[in-house]
């Protein structure tokens, strides 16, 4: 299988992809999450692998407005553990830091060991693994990269410090996009999304439908809709697949008074986190 | 009145101040969110103005996070609406671009517009106004900001576009930190945040409180903890003071199950959107 992911060798997201699989798998690094979707809707991989939400820093919504925006099912996700590595250049030194880049997301997740680095500036830059290259590149021992350590074995740099998040729980869940739907099997989660009319109550008549039928709803995140200000949709991933029958009445009930509604997807859910 | 606001002088945030009072107050501008806070905490100014929504891009979660950390209440808010402007060097010309740099946001907010144009690369840095002194300061005509059309003329730099948001309906709303609680009136909004034990049915349960008082949500916004994995805390906006009986009986009966709960302010609410 070819599987598309945001970065450059060495991403978080292409690790991931290696600890999903049991197989080996050829991994396709795209520029932008854009590119990821587009690559698997022309066909050029078998799926993509997006990261959805972390657990210290919240959802990333461009995958959430994207997963709207195309044509293409959940299949599957997975949980990852987030060990962030400072990579500098050889012989560079924590304290004669002055400058640490890397994606906004990993910055964010690093703030109070960045703030406990006197004098050091953040910089936020497009890609983690991608930081390592323009640390190597500009060859300045000033300015050091977050990535991961994978990152730092491909660009063969030296890492200064390890697990600089701030949270050891730190985890990101991601989500497999493909053209076609899977069976999800026993133990299966549906993500869907929906847009209601902006009225009192609306939300709850929605969650309704789920509470009143025992059906856990394991996340829940609002988007605006563009078109209309201060008006949402909602993304919900609730436990079960559209298989089952209680889950089937829960969605047809919903999409009555919903003004608009989609299933993204049934799939496996993963219990256990790796890593 | 002293008023703190993220960015440079020229920010939009700056512009929500002079458009929000009719009397002239002193704008305190802060390198960051959170020298928005201590500015109020420490007494230097009488009140803060942070954006927590943009009706296209979501919400700016660093300062639900933040509003969480500190003891600062919310006394007021203010919609206005988003124009964004391409603002060059003295000369430059759009077709003569190849990068275009501004606050995430904004770039975010433009996105429609900078895909059409061919071979424009756009770069984050922390601020909008910021980025028009950048551009002075860079002398490159090839390199444009995203900004205010204050910021143009603080920094006497020639509009290239203007209204180049992709959503006419474009608007952010601030909320208003201080000190002190206010009075909030008849025509209140309360904001407030709470974490629930993660069962089944728990979040609808939660909102039932409201739902069955017949009390109007006009925002749910959920944030993980940073201390547990995949649980949230879940912001909501309703309709009402804390000043009244019935919202007071709701939030009391939600705080009887809540695992942590806590009222950032009661506040008058504005209806009509300014701009």
């Not at 978080?12 to 587009?38: L, M």
């Not at 050029?44 to 959430?64: K, L, Q, W």
């Not at 200064?160 to 729980?169: P, S, T």
Request: charged letters at 20%.
């Amino acid at each position: 299988m070819k599987i598309a992911f945001q970065g450059e060798h060495g991403a978080y997201s292409e690790a991931a992809i290696f600890e999903h699989y049991s197989e080996t798998h050829q991994t396709v690094p795209c520029e932008t999450f854009d590119a990821v979707f587009s690559s698997v809707i022309k066909g050029i991989t078998d799926c993509g692998f997006i990261p959805v939400e972390n657990s210290m820093a919240g959802s990333i919504h461009r995958n959430y407005d994207l997963l709207l925006q195309n044509p293409l099912v959940v299949v599957g996700e997975h949980y990852t553990r987030v060990r962030h590595c400072l990579i500098g250049l050889p012989g560079a030194t924590i304290t004669g830091l002055r400058k640490v880049i890397s994606h906004p997301q990993a910055l964010a997740q690093c703030e109070q060991y960045l703030l406990s680095l006197k004098n050091v500036q953040s910089e936020p830059v497009y890609d983690t693994a991608g930081s390592v290259k323009m640390v190597r590149d500009l060859g300045d021992p000033a300015i050091a990269a977050i990535a991961s350590r994978q990152a730092a074995e491909i660009y063969e740099m030296p890492i200064l410090a390890e697990h600089i998040e701030d949270n050891a729980e730190n985890s990101t869940r991601f989500q497999i996009i493909a053209c076609q739907p899977v069976l999800p099997g026993e133990d299966a989660k549906t993500s869907i999304v929906f847009a209601l009319k902006n009225q009192p109550g609306a939300l709850f008549r929605a969650m309704s439908v789920f509470a009143l039928r025992d059906i856990d709803l394991t996340k829940i995140e609002s988007r605006p809709l563009a078109s209309k200000s201060w008006e949402y949709f909602f993304y919900i991933d609730l436990a079960g697949s559209t298989e089952e029958q209680n889950i089937k009445n829960a969605l047809s009930n919903l999409e009555e008074y919903a003004t608009f509604f989609r299933v993204l997807g049934s799939y496996p859910r993963q219990r256990i986190l790796n890593g």
